[in-house]
């Protein structure tokens, strides 16, 4: 079965964490989002997949390569200017005719049944089929009137206040015939939602809609990437040691995935699910709470409390420092008696000396110096 993922965006609303790195490479339980969803492909079927690029492309072929270590195959498509979703679906048109094909987005972290959603779509008679999930608040996506045989007779894309006619909302996720192609124009910014789907109801063509089970979430904000961390390391089975692992007299309460070389001090307390990096230093009395992921060659110093935050490789917290709710990102370097709290975004190569505090929800540029004491309120913007 073939799958389109489109992964030309910016991801303008997870900076400062989109300055290195594309957004399907924002790493999940400490490996970059896409291969979560390669691998979940894979297990679903789908060995022939094509890749839509555009910001930062070789990145993501680097992690990817041809795709065998995950037993698919990937071409690549690149997007020179901006094509939309289906534009750029169009443009790698050459990959996906002549068969139903699935589309989706590079920043999905999703556990749906995708095969399931295939084979409804081939039983049933209708250009294209959306999976869709009853959300509480789907004023940030295209919602759909669907009814009880399952045929949409509406769509609206991000609807406001008195438009808002259900709550089912589109993953993004859609099977489509492969005669779709021939609807959308060549080399123009094209996009399903707005233009693709409401031209094809004013013809009176069938767009069908499956109510997904299980969980989906497109990692397009820090409170989205939080939430897929979050029911990600939910389902953890248990725990796994890889490699040698030291410790005194730590607590420690699985499941835990550790890398190797992980060393935790004495009468510190780990309680999972937790992941922790290789070559991941942890010193004495500290408390790392569910809900946190640590990546490599991280230094965390005594009496420091991590809880529920997302550490990504090369930092360094200071001693007695309050971290929570936080994402740091690559090589920032955190400083004694410091506290950041819930909701802060703190980018690469970022200092922040002792006694600082950060406020909730506050994003800190890549490159920025946090003097000693000072308590940041607002976010410190600028361009690396």
Request: include cysteine; charged fraction near 20%.
């Amino acid at each position: 079965m073939k799958a389109c993922i489109m992964c030309g965006g910016e991801g303008t609303r997870l900076r400062p964490l989109t300055f290195e790195r594309p957004k399907p490479s924002i790493p999940i339980l400490n490996k970059p989002s896409v291969v979560h969803l390669i691998e979940h492909l894979a297990k679903e079927g789908f060995n022939d997949i094509v890749i839509t690029l555009g910001y930062m492309a070789e990145k993501i072929e680097e992690q990817l390569g041809d795709g065998r270590i995950y037993g698919v195959h990937i071409n690549y498509v690149y997007e020179d200017k901006k094509l939309g979703t289906a534009g750029g679906v169009k443009n790698a048109e050459k990959y996906l005719k002549g068969e139903t094909f699935l589309v989706l987005g590079g920043d999905h972290v999703l556990n749906l049944n995708l095969r399931e959603l295939y084979r409804f779509h081939e039983r049933m008679n209708a250009k294209v089929t959306i999976g869709l999930l009853s959300i509480d608040d789907p004023s940030e996506f295209g919602i759909a009137d669907m009814d009880v045989n399952n045929r949409i007779h509406r769509f609206l894309e991000k609807p406001g206040p008195g438009e808002i006619f259900s709550n089912l909302a589109s993953t993004g996720i859609y099977v489509c015939n492969p005669e779709i192609l021939d609807m959308i124009p060549e080399n123009k910014e094209y996009d399903f939602a707005r233009d693709l789907f409401p031209k094809l109801l004013n013809n009176g063509e069938k767009i069908n809609g499956v109510l997904a089970r299980g969980n989906w979430t497109d990692v397009g904000s820090p409170a989205a990437y939080r939430q897929a961390q979050r029911w990600m390391l939910s389902g953890m089975p248990g725990t796994v040691i890889e490699g040698r692992f030291t410790t005194k007299d730590a607590r420690i309460n699985g499941p835990l995935q550790l890398g190797h070389n992980v060393s935790v001090g004495s009468n510190s307390a780990i309680v999972g699910p937790i992941i922790i990096g290789e070559n991941t230093s942890i010193g004495d009395n500290v408390l790392i709470g569910p809900y946190t992921t640590i990546g490599s060659n991280c230094t965390i110093d005594n009496d420091s409390r991590i809880l529920s935050s997302y550490i990504f490789n090369d930092v360094t917290i200071g001693k007695n420092t309050n971290v929570s709710g936080s994402i740091i990102d690559n090589r920032t370097t955190v400083g004694d008696n410091c506290c950041l709290e819930n909701g802060t975004v703190i980018g690469p190569d970022v200092v922040i000396r002792s006694g600082a505090t950060v406020h909730s929800n506050v994003k800190i540029w890549p490159k920025q110096t946090i003097k000693e004491g000072m308590n940041v309120k607002e976010n410190i913007v600028s361009h690396p």
